[in-house]
């Protein structure tokens, strides 16, 4: 697994959604390098570690990363924050905080969990892209950014990046897609042991904010916040509103407040 290193001070690791590569975290990379070591990852079949055919199972991968970057904050923004989270709840010695961006314990909505997209987006999407791989992907970077005040800017910059380290595998595409329709973290998040940041884009079609505000709610120490002109990808709407939320709570953190 490809880890890029950037950045001085505490350790915080990020961790890309589905499709893309930590290269979109650019945004976050200009404002908190100064103030923190950044681990950028790119999962199995995504950008730099597209040749990998290892498994996209969120423990395997926790487990991983927490040993290779063990005293860190982990920042996971939607399919990566299934792992940030797993990082969070198994290895709670190693992880110092968690931040998560768009992220929620159960992507798909049901009758105990009114957030969330339809029970048949993922599925269609799989099925998709065996039709129409490229066009497949190219409507999905339009959901992301749909909503935002910026919409026609996050999608062009999402576009000039999604393929900037070659197209992802396939293969962890579908994988991706059964990790977001299946997992279900909601049962363990009263386990949380470490405070966590659940940010969110008020017009996120994929991710509600409801979501994220209810996820808080299950977690110990974890508290929620809202980006008002944000979609799916806060970072690049309103990057100096997001990289201020995360820098507040890392600093607060550290001082042993969660407020």
């Not at 989270?85 to 992880?95: F, G, I, Q, S, Y």
């Not at 991706?176 to 998040?189: C, I, K, S, T, Y």
Request: avoid cysteine.
């Amino acid at each position: 697994m490809h880890i890029e290193t950037r950045g001085r001070g505490p350790a915080l690791g990020l961790i890309h959604g589905w499709a893309m590569h930590s290269g979109l975290f650019g945004p976050l990379v200009d404002r908190l390098a100064e103030r923190y070591t950044l681990h950028l990852v790119d999962l199995p079949g995504h950008g730099h570690s597209r040749d990998s055919d290892a498994s996209l199972d969120p423990a395997p991968l926790a487990t991983e990363l927490v040993a290779r970057i063990p005293d860190a904050a982990w920042l996971g923004w939607s399919l990566g924050g299934l792992v940030s989270m797993r990082a969070a709840l198994d290895h709670p010695e190693r992880v110092r905080a968690l931040v998560l961006i768009a992220s929620s314990p159960r992507f798909v909505h049901g009758a105990d969990w009114p957030h969330g997209v339809g029970p048949n987006l993922f599925g269609d999407f799989g099925n998709a892209l065996a039709q129409d791989f490229r066009g497949t992907l190219d409507g999905f970077l339009a959901l992301e950014a749909l909503g935002s005040n910026s919409a026609q800017e996050e999608l062009r910059k999402l576009r000039l990046q999604a393929f900037e380290r070659g197209e992802p595998s396939p293969a962890a595409l579908q994988q991706g897609l059964q990790l977001l329709d299946q997992q279900d973290l909601r049962a363990e998040l009263p386990a949380l042991r470490v405070p966590s940041l659940w940010i969110s884009g008020r017009r996120d079609r994929l991710v509600p904010p409801a979501a994220m505000a209810a996820a808080a709610a299950l977690s110990p120490a974890g508290r929620s916040i809202e980006i008002a002109s944000a979609g799916h990808a806060p970072f690049l709407g309103a990057p100096d509103e997001v990289a201020g939320a995360i820098d507040d709570f890392l600093q607060a953190s550290a001082n042993g407040a969660t407020a």
